[in-house]
DNA sequence: GTGAAAGCGCTAACAT
DNA sequence: ATGTTAGCGCTTTCAC
């Protein structure tokens, strides 16, 4: 009587059938039936076939965390963004999530809000045994206070990582950059082609290795156009809300003709600031800005942007991570993949002349 | 000597040490030690220390896997979204992450890219034993088939879940909806308020719960008002790229004064649109969108739109589920929890008269 | 205060 | 063709 009672609430609560239920209801041993649910040819075709049905009709399957306690891997990746609502970041991990999806791999996500505190906590919790592998944009303020010990620790545990977009030499591990230094001097060069040669430079991510570098791109572009740096003309934008106040300083203080937002938000906040202030784009000051998404083109006028090709980079990554969970054997050197980007031209750049 | 070299050998490769590694070192039972990291009090305080500092100066992390088995809980939720290039869902994915982190919880998060096969192949992936709990929106293709089998499997599994946003009658779990029917109707009222009386609706998800619910609030709007329902004004847009077609048919072949987009990226096509046709916003035409994302601001001119509050429900849905695993005790009703719209009138409409 | 033993669900080398 | 055993890393009851 207990026992049917047991029965009965088992199946309302559909207790998950383990292969030590499936051996008892054929007075077999669990081991036979292991290799019978893998297709062991150790096991006779007949009982095979039954104990196949059987765990079809009980629903079956195999149990996880056991699976991944024995093989010590998870199929899960890590992955760790700055900020989700960043269109950009948010095509990256689009093309991780398509990815892993072929291969079968779980993506456990995490934000680090661009915070040092929250990344370090995410990456703690992250440890090996969790994720098989981590895919890493490192944060801005992490950058900033060039402190990696976090990912270092998971370095040291072996934990196989590639890194994106915000990448650092002082971490050796495979990566997938964007040719953000060619990415500046493109950006910069194409106004100088058409006559801009005070341009203004509004970087959320002054301390990241990609506003870096594309500083430094701009920076070579203007070298070779013998127009002199003028410091003043880059804002580093910690906070946001700063922009119009900067912005409407520098349009009565200096004399502008183009403006570069770093990313897709702060070039599209820079063009209504601009137009606020009656300043016609591009016919009085023309504005690029980076990241191609909708908001770039559907903005008026339409932004003339850097495209990045995030699902593209989100894709790499992902792949190359991939490759080097299951092909450990041959422990090839690092590959630093380098995306470039492409200039999209749109209505809030003057023509060249 | 010998272990001298192990050690070292061990520093190099980090290969993680357990409970046992640490037993053997002390001479002492595992379970003795397993006591002394939970901090038993069977443990005698000098042990304990001893313990304690070996295994921070070793790195000892408990192992993951071996927890979960154990404790037959993963401290990992599932989510499952359609498409994440989307701002409300983004937005949504950012309140539940929040949450998430805040309770340490990992989440695995998964695209169904608004297909039934992939939403179907992901659920699989996801069974128990991968996560405790799932929360999901149903992708539009699947509220159209009608086909919750997946869904409905993981459940008889006794998967605990809520739904938020698209959600459905034949699943009873908690839910997190918007009130989509209030959604529908406000905008509605609002054009009619502003004596636009030939409404344009156009629906990417018409076959969803929450589409339908806003066509149903918006079709009352009008019969309240005492104006005809024209079905012919509903576009079910299936298809983005046919958009433009027709919209231009609908601009030749009908007097309208009003369109409403019931996403963000659909609104501000069809201003675009408008505009190019060379009709006015909002003095010829004005719409309405949904999701108060950057796009809704920052466009020329901006749009009135509907705001969902996306990162709201996101955290309440974490919530709500959370609750439900860790006070599994009382295993009260589920609930419904309807966040309310607000309607946020910017420059695409006119103004009452 | 410490340890032995069983068990979570599964696999695999080694019997029989 | 099938079973035994050991083990993945950890917790926990029960002895000592």
Redesign the interface.
């Given at each position: 009587m207990v026992n049917i009672a047991v029965e009965s609430i088992g199946m309302a609560?559909?207790k998950?059938i383990t292969l030590k239920d499936m051996a008892r209801h054929f007075g077999v041993s669990i081991s036979t039936v292991s290799k019978a649910m893998n297709n062991s040819p150790e096991i006779s075709a007949g009982l095979k076939e039954k104990i196949h049905t059987y765990a079809v009709t009980m629903?079956y399957?195999p149990?996880?965390?056991?699976l991944?306690?024995r093989r010590?891997r998870?199929r899960?990746i890590g992955v760790v963004v700055p900020n989700?609502?960043n269109?950009f970041f948010?095509?990256v991990?689009?093309g991780i999530?398509?990815v892993a999806?072929e291969r079968?791999y779980?993506?456990?996500?995490?934000?680090s809000d661009e915070s040092f505190e929250?990344e370090s906590?995410?990456l703690q919790?992250?440890?090996?045994?969790?994720v098989d592998g981590i895919l890493m944009s490192l944060s801005e303020e992490t950058q900033r206070k060039k402190d990696l010990s976090a990912l270092q620790?998971l370095q040291?545990?072996?934990l196989p990582m590639v890194l994106f977009d915000r990448v650092s030499d002082r971490i050796s591990c495979d990566k997938v950059v964007v040719d953000d230094f060619e990415a500046g001097y493109k950006a910069t060069t194409f106004l100088l082609q058409r006559a801009c040669t005070s341009i203004v430079w509004v970087t959320p991510i002054g301390a990241s290795s990609v506003g870096r570098l594309r500083l430094k791109g701009h920076q070579r572009a203007l070298e070779e156009a013998g127009i002199p740096f003028d410091a003043n003309l880059v804002v580093d934008l910690h906070d946001p809300t700063d922009l119009e106040a900067i912005i409407h300083w520098l349009l009565e203080h200096k004399k502008v003709d183009a403006m570069v937002g770093l990313d897709e938000?702060t070039a599209?906040?820079l063009?209504?600031l601009v137009r606020e202030k009656g300043l016609a784009v591009p016919q009085k000051i023309s504005i690029i800005g980076f990241t191609n998404g909708?908001?770039s083109q559907?903005?008026?006028p339409a932004l003339t942007t850097v495209s990045q090709h995030g699902k593209y980079i989100g894709e790499s990554a992902a792949k190359l991570l991939v490759e080097r969970l299951e092909h450990s054997s041959p422990p090839k050197e690092f590959t630093t993949k380098v995306v470039k980007t492409q200039l999209i031209e749109r209505d809030s750049t003057t023509k060249p002349h």
């Open positions: 609560k559909n998950n629903q399957r149990n996880k965390m056991a991944s306690l010590k998870s899960t989700i609502l269109h948010a095509q991990l689009y999530q398509k999806a079968n779980h993506v456990i996500s995490c934000i929250k906590k995410t919790l992250l440890d090996a045994g969790t620790k040291h545990q072996g938000l599209v906040r063009l209504q909708p908001l559907y903005v008026t």
